[in-house]
């Protein structure tokens, strides 16, 4: 028997309804599917509904239409409650502006999603905190605060916290939207390394294309409508 | 469960590290809200103390009879038989603690301006009275045998004679029949404010000397009896003692006024004071409440973050009010700390032992009501801004 995919999108839809009472749609009719060990790249301009789409797959966000599943569930029998326990035990987040805990340590700062997590990964926080840091090369920075550290270095920072719980699957919204080229660079090279030693899916989300350009496969978004790009070809 | 509390207590204490200023700031009004209401409570508590201990000096030990005999024209009996008639009615009764007390005053100095009093006792008064002396020691059987006669004077007697009180047993001139040579062998506190000077003497001291005229004056004694059936004895022992002692007017009565319960004056400066230290402790906690709010709307975005890593909105608003209780715990600590130091600060005890005889130890319980006040209040303290955050939409708090 097959394993069911991570998650699957068929068919979805997100609309708001704004205050003068239209209703905009955001996305429409999304199909996706992220397996285990998955490397997605989604490329979109500014308002395309790149940042809708990831809340969606992080359980942030519901679709208003459509299917979606985690694991195999359909998302309306996941509970609110559960939905906080998926996310924090199964997806991890990577934000365009790192989103560190301001003037925790950087071992703090990995450690915050333990604080949540099970009772042997409350006791173990600071060490699973620590080694974690370790393997991303920051092991001489544990005890920096956010305001002492480089842009690459903050985002590797949120790439630790984010793969702290050891997830299935990393959401990485504009991973270096916040960094030059080279820093960017180096960051996707480790978050790529890290999601395939972690043997975690990685879902990309950004602008630039050559980020996009380095998943297995990949897609663009264009006003809502998501659409798969051809193996091989250049995303523009 | 208990992780999610030690967990929350972990985050809390992170927030309160990082918050410092702001967290004493807050907190200020607490701390200060805690100390006097502690203050208060041990005060009244201190006090009721001390009165409870200075009635019970004064009245005795619930249930204490007081038995006035009085002689007739002509029915006069000496101190000693009527001291053995009490005693023997007493000890036909059952009642194992029985004292004389007959209260008269030595007058010396110059024109005999200078009087000091003087309460005629047996050793078991100071069991009925709660009456321990400070310094040396109590009556005890045999004493009255000795050649010195024992005394236990009061510290304000000892002050102003002039007596080493750190070399007990020592010897004194007894005042207003400086030819005696009495043997003081224990010293009571008594407030210096009082300004009485008085000492302790045994029936058989009194009764050698003679400028105590006992002749013909009232007896009275103290018995210690169990509480249910006082009323009956003294009527009982009424009726026997005249019959013991005919032309005399016997009475017996209890005299444990206020005994084992707390005066209702006390109840009510203690309960109004109460209530000015809880005005205080609410507005402290407005403004903690004030600051909390202020706060967890800055803090909004960190509220998503922690959302995003698996976070419920109940852990969240538990977290805020664990965040509110660990703060005002730890006030309250410093507050009652506080309100220890200043009790036990050398001037306020001073003070208080100007009022009261024994200043006594600051109540436990009193410090419990602050630490448990104080995280009631900050329970109380952190329910609005918890639920605040706990509504924050992820999403929102996130892109802020």
Request: net charge negative; with cysteine.
């Given at each position: ?236 | ?7 929350a207590?972990?985050e809390a204490?992170?927030e309160l590290?990082i918050h410092?200023l702001r967290v004493l700031l807050s907190l200020f009004g607490v ?250 402790l609410l507005l402290g906690a407005l403004g903690l409440v004030n600051i909390s709010v202020v706060t967890v709307r800055q803090r909004i975005r960190e509220i998503g973050?922690r959302r ?5 909105g109940g852990?969240i608003f538990f977290s805020i009010v664990m965040e509110s209780v660990v703060a005002t715990?730890?006030a ?44 009631a209040v900050g329970a109380l303290a952190g329910v609005i801004p918890g639920a605040i955050a706990a509504r924050v939409t992820?999403?929102d708090a996130?892109?802020q």
């Amino acid at each position: 028997m097959t394993e069911a995919p991570l998650i699957e999108l068929a068919g979805v839809a997100r609309a708001a309804r704004l205050p003068d009472d239209s209703v905009l749609t955001i996305l429409f009719r999304v199909d996706l599917t992220v397996r285990a060990g998955d490397h997605l790249g989604i490329v979109g301009r500014s308002g395309s509904g790149k940042s809708t789409l990831l809340n969606i797959l992080g359980l942030l966000d519901r679709p208003t239409a459509g299917t979606m599943r985690w694991c195999g569930e359909p998302i309306e029998r996941i509970s609110a409650r559960r939905a906080a326990r998926i996310r924090g035990r199964d997806i991890g987040f990577v934000f365009q502006q790192f989103n560190l805990l301001p003037d925790r340590t950087a071992r703090e700062n990995v450690a915050a999603p333990l604080l949540y997590g099970t009772a042997g990964e409350f006791r173990r926080r600071n060490a699973l905190a620590a080694e974690v840091l370790e393997r991303l090369g920051l092991g001489h920075r544990i005890d920096a605060q956010p305001k002492n550290l480089s842009g690459g270095e903050q985002q590797r920072v949120a790439i630790a916290r984010a793969l702290v719980r050891r997830p299935r699957v990393i959401l990485a919204d504009e991973p270096t939207g916040a960094l030059d080229i080279d820093t960017g660079r180096a960051v996707m090279d480790l978050l790529q390394q890290a999601a395939q030693e972690f043997g975690t899916a990685l879902v990309t989300i950004t602008h630039d294309p050559a980020i996009a350009a380095r998943a297995d496969h990949r897609f663009r978004l264009d006003a809502g409508r998501l659409v798969p790009e051809a193996q091989g070809s250049a995303v523009r | 469960m208990i992780t999610t509390f030690f967990a929350a207590c972990v985050e809390a204490w992170q927030e309160l590290r990082i918050h410092k200023l702001r967290v004493l700031l807050s907190l200020f009004g607490v701390g200060v809200a805690v100390c006097s209401l502690t203050v208060v409570v041990a005060l009244g508590e201190m006090t009721s103390q001390g009165m409870r201990e200075t009635f019970e000096r004064e009245g005795g030990r619930a249930a204490t009879l007081q038995v006035d005999l009085y002689p007739g024209t002509g029915a006069a009996r000496d101190l000693g038989e009527v001291a053995a008639e009490v005693h023997g009615v007493a000890e036909e009764f059952g009642i194992g603690h029985t004292s004389l007390l007959v209260d008269t005053s030595l007058s010396t100095g110059a024109d005999s301006q200078r009087s000091v009093s003087v309460r005629i006792v047996e050793p078991d008064y100071a069991v009925i009275h709660r009456q321990q002396p400070a310094l040396g020691r109590w009556f005890a059987e045999g004493d009255g045998e000795n050649r010195s006669p024992p005394i236990v004077i009061d510290s304000n007697l000892a002050e102003r004679s002039g007596i080493d009180t750190s070399a007990l047993p020592t010897t004194m001139r007894l005042p207003g029949a400086e030819h005696i040579t009495a043997t003081v062998i224990g010293v009571v506190e008594v407030p210096r404010l009082s300004g009485t000077e008085s000492l302790f003497m045994l029936p058989s001291t009194a009764q050698s000397i003679d400028a105590l005229d006992l002749s013909g004056t009232g007896v009275g004694a103290k018995l210690w009896v169990p509480d249910a059936e006082a009323e009956l004895l003294a009527a009982q022992l009424e009726a026997r003692l005249s019959k013991e002692l005919p032309g005399y007017e016997v009475s017996a009565y209890r005299m444990d006024f206020f005994a084992g319960e707390e005066p209702d004056i006390l109840a009510g400066l203690r309960n109004g004071l109460l209530g000015v230290s809880a005005l205080i402790l609410l507005l402290g906690a407005l403004g903690l409440v004030n600051i909390s709010v202020v706060t967890v709307r800055q803090r909004i975005r960190e509220i998503g973050v922690r959302r995003s890593f698996g976070a419920t909105g109940g852990r969240i608003f538990f977290s805020i009010v664990m965040e509110s209780v660990v703060a005002t715990f730890v006030a309250g600590v410093v507050g009652v700390v506080a309100a220890v130091l200043l009790l036990k600060s050398p001037l306020v005890t001073n003070l208080i032992g100007e009022i009261v005889t024994d200043v006594p130890p600051f109540p436990v319980s009193a410090a419990l009501i602050g630490i448990g006040v104080s995280i009631a209040v900050g329970a109380l303290a952190g329910v609005i801004p918890g639920a605040i955050a706990a509504r924050v939409t992820i999403i929102d708090a996130i892109r802020q």
